[in-house]
């Protein structure tokens, strides 16, 4: 069976410092992947998808970035944090091959920008 | 720009009662359909797909899909307590993207 596993879990980090997110996904091989931020009470925003190792697409213009190293590992990355990152990052694979849509998502990191 | 509606709720419900949630969506040519659910601070979870028009059931749960009115429903019988969520109604327009409604927080009362 497939399973997907990001961290850190939670953190807590200072306007100005840098991030990174870390997403492995296990059981399948050249999945999609994807980075999206929910901020409190708000809907999901997706933020980077890769449809495979070193391709990244990106969504929305911000001061994140994401890389994909690895066929299963996706990072997420700033170089220096806004107040305005802070949300809820959830990492989420489809099928690559024979893609049915339906999207699964890690337990998430909550971030938090002080 | 492609969109998917759903209110924001929070839908009340007794425990034993049916709880129906409700999603339009913009884009005609949208493929595929799915529910969400997703507990307070938690990643959501995957419940239901649909892929044609009609009703799917999968235990207590029930998705209905109208192409030509261009809503998808989620019945929930029997509602539950820990059946409290919010659930996210989420399509497929194209290839690889899911697009997301806001969401309808669901209460269950004992």
């Known amino acids: 069976s497939q399973t997907i596993h990001q961290w850190p879990a939670t953190l807590v980090q200072p306007v100005g410092s840098p991030l990174s997110l870390e997403c492995t996904v296990e059981?399948?091989?050249?999945?999609?992947l994807y980075w999206y931020r929910q901020a409190a009470g708000r809907g999901l925003q997706l933020l980077f998808y890769?449809?495979?190792?070193?391709?990244i697409s990106s969504e929305v213009p911000q001061n994140l970035s994401a890389s994909r190293p690895q066929d299963r590992q996706f990072i997420l990355s700033s170089k220096k944090l806004l107040l305005s990152d802070s949300g809820f990052y959830l990492c989420?694979?489809?099928?690559?091959?024979?893609?049915?849509?339906?999207?699964?998502f890690g337990e998430g990191s909550r971030l938090t920008v002080l | 720009q492609k969109e998917v509606e759903q209110n924001s709720g929070p839908l009340s419900v007794p425990e034993g009662a049916i709880a129906s949630l409700n999603c339009t969506y913009s884009?005609?040519?949208?493929?595929?359909f799915f529910w969400y659910r997703q507990y307070s601070g938690k990643s959501p979870e995957l419940i239901m797909s649909?892929?044609?028009?009609g009703d799917k059931e999968d235990g207590r749960f029930t998705a209905q899909l109208n192409k030509a009115s261009q809503y998808v429903s989620l019945l929930i019988r029997d509602s539950q307590p820990s059946d409290s969520a919010t659930y996210l109604c989420?399509?497929?327009?194209?290839?690889?993207?899911?697009?997301f409604g806001g969401g309808t927080r669901l209460m269950v009362k004992p």
């Open positions: 989420a694979w489809s099928w690559g091959y024979q893609n049915t849509g339906e999207l699964f």
């Open positions: 059981g399948t091989s050249n999945p999609n």
């Open positions: 890769s449809v495979g190792i070193g391709q």
């Open positions: 884009d005609r040519g949208s493929q595929s």
């Open positions: 649909i892929y044609s028009n």
């Open positions: 989420a399509v497929n327009n194209a290839g690889n993207m899911l697009t």
